[in-house]
């Protein structure tokens, strides 16, 4: 694959920072988007722009189809069973919000138990905790060990007969561990547990099969897989959606409204409340396309080689510690450089144009866990090359010598 024909294809790149060429490491954040998404909502705007799904005249008709067009390549790609199952969210936290509302409304009852992780990004535990709060629900959470990852057995060991749902990351943000979501999934088909997984960091990075993988409910984030921000995608079983609640009411998503009484539709348009992101669904098309242009197994194939070569060149620093070691792992490396807070490594790595997020990211439990409040995290994507990680080291480098000499 040729990482420079990748990085060509992204109009940011072409600019400096701080006067150096830019070296993103920040995808898991959110990823840069090529130009053909940029150019598909341009157009979008200039040519076919209406609101969906409500009036009847030409322009309105184009738009909404090339809408629910997407809606169509997002269930091939992710092997949805039908277009139904493929709901538009603002984020993906908003596709967890929208299950643990919905579903915790319905299902989830005083003294029942909600079975996550302690490796969940916040989006995966604060709306459980609103659960928790209403419903008088509890939360157990399946400890990570010191590689940062989380063992089956410590899954099965917290099943009870009051767990009434398993929610669960995809790849870990902060030690980049890969969950086994199938076997995951079986444990829970056995009990009859559904299972969400939060996909934010899976979808950009891994094939993703909703019927390999099996699971109940997945929460992409559009904004992390080279498409626009504003929109992420709750895929959930249909037999889920036929049963559950709206989840925000209003314009787009009733069927009958009188002074007594309102009905609604079938999924998709009982989840969609009001007028949508209609330009950033258009344009996470051509997001799909990019991805499957280069291909999720050249994808995954690249990331790796170039995680290896990062993971081999940071270790070669005495002075900088990686969060965890999992066996499975995916794009991200999280560190700590002794005596140095993230904030202040961030800041001398942006002086040489490298971008990188410091911070909990999100993940305050974890970190925790792992014995600290914050860390940097370098996150790859498509574009990054070994070239990246020859700078981001010589870079950390540069941190030791200011803060450590
Ligand atoms: C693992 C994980 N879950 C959830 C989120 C939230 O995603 P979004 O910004 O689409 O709501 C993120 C974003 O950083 C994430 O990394």
């Known amino acids: 694959m040729d990482t420079k024909v990748i990085k060509s294809k992204f109009p940011i790149f072409q600019n400096k920072i701080n006067g150096k060429q830019l070296i993103y490491l ?3 954040n959110s990823s840069q988007k ?42 091939k790609f992710i092997n949805a069973k039908s277009r139904e199952e493929v709901i538009f969210t603002k984020n993906a936290t908003e596709a967890i919000n929208l299950v643990a509302s919905t579903y915790g409304e319905k299902f989830i009852n005083k003294g029942d138990e909600i079975l996550i992780t302690e490796l969940e990004h916040h989006a995966n535990y604060v709306p459980w905790h609103f659960i928790r709060q209403r419903k008088g629900a509890i939360i157990k959470f399946a400890e990570c060990n010191d590689k940062g990852e989380v063992d089956i057995d410590e899954i099965k060991k917290l099943i009870t007969n009051k767990t009434k ?23 829970a088909n056995e009990k009859k547990i559904p299972v969400l997984v939060d996909g934010c960091q899976g979808a950009p990075h891994l094939e993703i099969d909703m019927q390999k993988l099996g699971c109940d409910f997945y929460a992409i984030s559009c904004h992390k897989m080279y498409g626009p921000t504003g929109v992420g995608i709750l895929y959930a079983k ?35 409340a009001g007028t949508l992101q209609t330009a950033e669904v258009v344009g996470f098309s051509e997001s799909i396309k990019f991805i499957e242009g280069v291909g999720i197994k050249n994808i995954m194939q690249h990331e790796r080689e170039i995680l290896e070569y990062g993971l081999e060149e940071i270790r070669k620093n005495n002075s900088v510690r990686i969060i965890g070691d999992p066996k499975n792992r995916g794009s991200i490396i999280s560190f ?40 940097a995290r370098a996150s790859l994507g498509i574009y990054n090359t070994k070239e990246d990680i020859d700078v981001l080291k010589n870079s950390i480098k540069k941190c030791n010598k200011i803060f450590n000499n």
Not at 166 to 187: E, F, W
Not at 338 to 355: F, M, N, R, S, W
């Open 238 to 272: 249909k037999k889920w959606l036929d049963i559950l609640p709206p989840y925000q009411g209003g314009g787009g998503m009733i069927e009958e409204v009188k002074k007594d009484n309102i009905t609604f539709p079938g999924s998709p348009t009982k989840f969609e």
């Open 165 to 187: 749902i398993i929610a669960i990351t995809h790849l870990s943000n902060v030690t980049g561990a890969i969950m086994p979501v199938k076997k995951i999934v079986d444990l």
């Open 336 to 375: 700590t450089i002794k005596g140095i807070h993230p904030h202040d490594i961030a800041t001398i790595l942006d002086e040489d144009g490298v971008a990188i997020r410091a911070g909990h990211h999100c993940c305050q439990i974890l970190h925790k866990k792992m014995g600290i409040a914050a860390s």
């Open 26 to 28: 920040d995808s898991a």
């Open 34 to 75: 090529p130009k053909t998404v940029i150019d598909r909502i341009s157009k979008f705007y200039s040519k076919e722009f209406s609101n969906i799904g409500r009036s009847v005249h030409s322009l309105a008709v184009i738009a909404t189809n090339r809408f629910e067009e997407t809606r169509d390549l997002v269930k």
